[in-house]
């Protein structure tokens, strides 16, 4: 069978390119004589990687050395506990700003360490746009602000220039599905973090950039290990097992990210896949998207023809031809079109193509 162009959500489109590396490495990981899924997560070899895989992240998206970076199992979620276990140390109150399912799952993890206070939340417009954050909103005795960089579900985004500056307290940030799709200043943000299988590669690890000085107030002895930033930054995330396979991932798209112009490359190709899919949106009669035109992702197009059994027959005949994964979250209804940094701007011309000719064949049709 051929390819398909995979428009999913998560796990998503992998670079052609970086897949047969895999493919050509599988016997024998560079040089190694072994492959990467029977190496031993301590060998020199592996631990080379790893910092190679680092180096990388710190060169590309400019980390200083005031910041550690992570490598946890469990995924997005893991981090929904995480990150009040071991932030929420001073008064155990964290501001949370709600802006679609993945924050209002943040929400409910964090409220079992300690009190939630949702400054903001755009749930009662339906998750369309994506609410100011002013300096005054923020509690003072907050231990951290909680925000998503990229709302997957309802399709919207902060925008770089929409993440405030707040002096007052560490911002922690989810940005599993844009991360490295542009340019965020990491110097704004306490933690930041990005399961791996939208725009880093395969799921089973999630990286973690973490400001030293924050990870290293919480208290060791009353956090379990395996949910422990300070652990993982003392055995550079080797105390446990790392998802091996999807380190050594990692490390071929950074590279491969690097190779095509680092993140100023990707911001330009995704503001062009994005434009090219809204713009075809916004002049059709029979697509729409609801989201508030400056909080738009560029990551995750969610469209609609305001008909449910249309929207399934659309993502049914576009799976046909060879275009997958067009349905919205689950239980959302709606399509949605994932456009990671893995999906190629030819991927995202022959979903046009195929909208404007479902649009030509359903036109005025009284659907129900
Ligand atoms: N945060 C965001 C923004 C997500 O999109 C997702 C999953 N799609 C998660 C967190 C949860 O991640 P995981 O499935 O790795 O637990």
């Not at 206070?117 to 300096?135: C, F, H, K, L, M």
């Not at 924050?214 to 956090?223: G, S, V, Y």
Request: charged share 20%.
């Amino acid at each position: 069978m051929s390819r398909v162009y995979n428009f999913s959500s998560g796990p998503a489109a992998i670079n052609e390119e970086i897949l047969k590396t895999i493919q050509h490495d599988m016997l024998d990981c560079m040089g190694s004589g072994m492959s990467i899924l029977e190496m031993n997560h301590k060998s020199e070899f592996f631990g080379d990687m790893m910092d190679e895989t680092s180096e990388l992240l710190r060169e590309l998206m400019h980390i200083g050395n005031d910041y550690e970076i992570l490598y946890v199992n469990g995924g997005g979620y893991g981090q929904f506990s995480m990150v009040p276990m071991n932030l929420m140390n001073r008064n155990r109150k964290a501001d949370y700003v709600d802006t679609d399912l993945w924050t209002k799952y943040a929400v409910i993890e964090a409220q079992k360490c300690g009190t939630v206070n949702v400054i903001a939340s755009s749930a009662q417009a339906g998750y369309t746009y994506i609410p100011e954050i002013r300096r005054e909103m923020i509690s003072a005795d907050a231990d951290y602000l909680y925000m998503c960089t990229n709302n997957t579900a309802s399709g919207s985004a902060y925008r770089p220039d929409k993440i405030p500056n707040s002096d007052r307290v560490p911002i922690v940030a989810d940005m599993t599905s844009n991360f490295m799709s542009e340019t965020y200043d990491i110097n704004k943000f306490g933690l930041v973090f990005a399961a791996a299988q939208k725009n880093l590669g395969p799921a089973g690890v999630t990286v973690v950039i973490a400001k030293k000085t924050l990870i290293e107030q919480a208290d060791e002895h009353r956090i379990p290990r395996i949910m422990c930033y300070k652990e993982y930054a003392k055995t550079k995330s080797t105390f446990s097992t790392p998802s091996t396979f999807a380190i050594y991932m990692i490390m071929l798209v950074l590279k491969w990210v690097k190779k095509q112009g680092g993140i100023p490359a990707m911001t330009q190709t995704n503001h062009q896949k994005a434009s090219m899919l809204y713009d075809f949106i916004d002049n059709s009669t029979l697509y729409h998207n609801d989201v508030c035109r400056e909080d738009r992702s560029i990551m995750n197009v969610v469209f609609t023809t305001g008909n449910d059994g249309l929207d399934a027959c659309f993502s049914a005949e576009a799976a046909e031809h060879g275009l997958c994964n067009l349905s919205g979250y689950q239980g959302t209804g709606k399509l949605r079109a994932g456009i990671y940094n893995g999906v190629s701007v030819e991927a995202v011309n022959a979903l046009v193509d195929f909208m404007k000719k479902f649009e030509n064949e359903h036109k005025g049709e009284n659907y129900v």
